[in-house]
């Protein structure tokens, strides 16, 4: 029996106790929330919804990414407009328009002249004045949005971030007493920063590190050694290393994992069209088949459980192709008949496709 899980990600369109309960149902063996997306409120809300569903919790860290916190913009924002930028301390002195960030250790590595991008295609502003106390004046230099929990880059510069947000540290303790156990850590990158998170996270929990930069796919070793687990995340993975390079980074990671048998998960885009559309594409499906070849324990549906349109039929799709993989590696696809999944778990359209 070839065991592979699959991991999902809620939010918005799956926290509530009916549809966990049919996730559960659909094959989903492990419940993530992700703190990127959550505030400490959110974060209390999603642990109340669990337990009443009998679910045990996961979380996932913000790790050492720079996010938007807050912001207070005008509806429609213009080029040359002013802003102030700053780290979350005494907001009541601000009564312009302004963007919060989170990780205050970034302050002293900005300077004027730095251009922060919030996103793939959101607002560029550029700073124009180091202010006391941790603040910035900003000029627009390109319009967009911003939403919060965004990720914000500055143009041509590496930071250096503590691996665990405030949030963090206060969400692994908070989860912890709420019966957490699995912590996924983002972008770890070497063996100090597993050091760091084992500070933190108390003994007998789970570290499952998720291998989303080029500094961690050249420490690759150091990680599998000293994780419990290893998530690729390929979305994250992409914003450092070209997009053709990401398969053949994931089926490096995979091949190395063998060495020291360690489970290793993957995500990001595994049922991209299903957010929106009843049935997945074929390129998906195969997808999915190559990566449970290659070893991967289990797989992870993020957005498509946490914003998508049709999170149960994702999950149970995933598993019928899971139980389909399972039946083939035993050499018993065609001796015996794989009954398709409930049709009221895929629903009507996607049961006839399959």
């Known amino acids: 029996m070839i065991n592979k899980e699959i991991i999902v990600t809620v939010g918005p369109a799956s926290c509530n106790k009916d549809t966990l309960q049919k996730l559960i149902s659909a094959g989903a063996n492990i419940f993530r929330i992700n703190l990127s997306h959550s505030n400490e409120e959110e974060l209390k809300k999603y642990l109340n919804i669990f337990e009443e569903a009998d679910i045990v919790p996961s979380i996932d860290t913000q790790g050492p990414q720079l996010r938007v916190k807050d912001y207070s913009l005008p509806q429609e924002i213009k080029i040359d407009d002013k802003l102030c930028l700053y780290f979350g301390q005494n907001k009541e002195d601000i009564k312009s328009n302004f963007i919060c960030l989170n990780h205050p250790e970034v302050f002293n590595q900005i300077e004027i002249g730095d251009v922060l991008k919030i996103d793939f295609n959101g607002l560029a502003i550029k700073v124009t004045e180091k202010l006391y106390d941790k603040k910035f004046i900003c000029n627009v230099i390109a319009t967009g949005s911003v939403l919060t929990n965004r990720a914000v880059d500055i143009s041509g510069k590496s930071l250096e971030l503590n691996v665990l947000s405030d949030f963090d540290k206060f969400a692994i303790d908070y989860s912890f007493k709420r019966g957490c156990k699995d912590f996924y850590c983002s972008f770890v990158s070497s063996y100090e920063d597993i050091v760091e998170i084992r500070k933190k996270i108390p003994n007998g929990t789970k570290l499952i590190s998720k ?121 018993l696809l065609g001796i015996g008949k794989l009954s398709k999944p409930n049709q009221t778990l895929v629903g009507k359209e996607l049961y006839q496709w399959l």
């Open 211 to 331: 291998v989303e930069t080029a500094k961690a796919l050249v420490n690759i070793e150091e990680i599998f050694i000293n994780s419990d687990a290893v998530l690729i995340d390929r979305g994250d993975l992409s914003r450092e290393i070209s997009i053709p390079l990401v398969p053949i980074a994931v089926e490096n990671i995979l091949s190395k994992s063998k060495k020291y048998e360690k489970d290793i998960y993957v995500a990001t885009n595994i049922l991209d069209s299903m957010m929106v559309s009843k049935v997945p594409s074929r390129a998906e499906i195969s997808d999915i088949y190559n990566l449970l070849s290659m070893g991967t324990k289990g797989l992870v549906l993020a957005a498509e459980v946490a914003i998508g349109q049709h999170p149960v039929e994702s999950v149970a799709l995933v598993r019928y192709i899971m139980k389909l993989y399972e039946q083939h590696s035993n050499g």
